[in-house]
């Protein structure tokens, strides 16, 4: 997909997701919801779906700014950032979509500018991230 961050790491699955959360606040990011997407879903969970979860991370500041410039900024925001590990399989990945690729059709710049400043600071999370988690 594109406009799509990934880190691929060789670890369990909860450490990934400790290590995921302490990255994004590193990077000014809450986590305003933390779903478990296979208990959700139950019996209707994919064969081989494995551990899912669903991180809605958010720069509070500027989530503000956005939802002061368009109260229907939060369809968009926050970020979901997944952290998935299939059945059997020693690699965990995140991944998180640019929310510049969401707003980019914004007609209002300033609201293109912040989400681009919610992009790179999810970029750089994402970096922290792959940089402390090693190879894959």
């Known amino acids: 997909m594109e406009n799509m961050y990934t880190v691929a790491m060789r670890m369990p699955f909860n450490e990934a997701v400790r290590l995921t959360k302490e990255s994004l606040a590193a990077h000014g990011?809450?986590?305003?919801?933390?779903?478990?997407?296979?208990?959700?879903?139950?019996?209707?969970?994919?064969?081989?779906?494995?551990?899912?979860?669903?991180?809605?991370?958010?720069?509070?500041?500027?989530?503000?700014?956005?939802?002061?410039?368009?109260?229907?900024a939060g369809t968009i925001l926050p970020c979901n950032v997944v952290v998935r590990q299939e059945r059997n399989?020693?690699?965990?990945?995140?991944?998180?979509?640019?929310?510049?690729?969401?707003?980019?059709?914004?007609?209002?710049?300033?609201?293109?500018?912040v989400a681009a400043q919610t992009s790179r600071g999810l970029e750089a999370a994402m970096s922290t991230l792959r940089a402390s988690a090693g190879p894959a």
Request: overall charge negative; some cysteine.
């Open 29 to 72: 990011f809450g986590i305003l919801s933390d779903s478990d997407l296979a208990a959700q879903l139950g019996t209707d969970a994919p064969a081989g779906l494995g551990d899912y979860r669903i991180l809605g991370a958010c720069d509070t500041s500027l989530m503000g700014e956005a939802l002061a410039l368009d109260p229907a």
């Open 89 to 113: 399989d020693p690699v965990t990945v995140v991944e998180a979509m640019s929310p510049q690729t969401l707003f980019g059709r914004a007609a209002e710049q300033q609201l293109q500018d």
